[in-house]
T-cell receptor
Framework: GESVGLHLPTLSVQEGDNSIINCAYSNSASDYFIWYKQESGKGPQFIIDIRSNMDKRQGQRVTVLLNKTVKHLSLQIAATQPGDSAVYFCAENLKAAGNKLTFGGGTRVLVKP | DTEVTQTPKHLVMGMTNKKSLKCEQHMGHRAMYWYKQKAKKPPELMFVYSYEKLSINESVPSRFSPECPNSSLLNLHLHALQPEDSALYLC???????????????FGPGTRLTVT
């Protein structure tokens, strides 16, 4: 079946550097994508979303890029901070499946001081 | 208030016990969700309620029984669970799902369930 996946399970980054987390999706019918951050012992926290009619969306220190040609989604975190250490999940929404969110496998980001 | 609360935080139960997980939100959201998350895995959808009606059941075993008493509350009744049901159970809510597409889901902190 079609699914959302990630290229890198763990990403180590130096404090102050930029982080890029990648996500591949295979269902071209997906119409909405979300990035979530999950810290240890907590529920997923919304970071940023993007709809399929957009290529880029910026938030505070974060940018999501959507490349529908190659079905690729990325999350860029500028000036990574220790508080950014967490597991990051991308999730896709498929309207045809009843607007259900399907989560990707997750990437752990470790910020080194 | 963008908070989803869940109780209890931790729950240990035997395979013959009956227990309930509770979830509450006061954001006026009309869609509420239960997810199951195993260690080092992404959340997996179990149930969706839309306007207090069950709209999606992802083929969840009947030992899990959801209930939505009103638009702010969501329960998950547990009975005769198995050790493999041990996981983090997450509740989420969002605005009306409807045909307008997906809305951002707000997650609670989860209930860590251990079945012995």
């Amino acid at each position: 079946g079609e699914s959302v996946g990630l290229h890198l399970p763990t990403l180590s980054v130096q404090e102050g550097d930029n982080s890029i987390i990648n996500c591949a999706y295979s269902n071209s019918a997906s119409d909405y994508f979300i990035w979530y951050k999950q810290e240890s012992g907590k529920g997923p926290q919304f970071i940023i979303d993007i709809r399929s009619n957009m290529d880029k969306r910026q938030g505070q220190r974060v940018t999501v890029l959507l490349n529908k040609t190659v079905k690729h989604l990325s999350l860029q975190i500028a000036a990574t901070q220790p508080g950014d250490s967490a597991v990051y999940f991308c999730a896709e929404n498929l309207k045809a499946a009843g607007n259900k969110l399907t989560f990707g496998g997750g990437t752990r980001v470790l910020v080194k001081p | 208030d963008t908070e989803v609360t869940q109780t209890p935080k931790h729950l240990v139960m035997g395979m013959t016990n009956k227990k309930s997980l509770k979830c509450e939100q006061h954001m006026g959201h009309r869609a509420m969700y239960w997810y199951k998350q195993k260690a080092k895995k992404p959340p997996e959808l179990m149930f969706v309620y839309s306007y207090e009606k069950l709209s999606i059941n992802e083929s969840v075993p009947s030992r899990f029984s959801p209930e939505c008493p009103n638009s702010s509350l969501l329960n998950l009744h547990l009975h005769a669970l198995q050790p493999e049901d041990s996981a983090l159970y997450l509740c989420a809510s969002s605005q009306d799902r409807g045909n307008r597409g997906q809305w951002e889901q707000y997650f609670g902190p989860g209930t860590r369930l251990t079945v012995t």
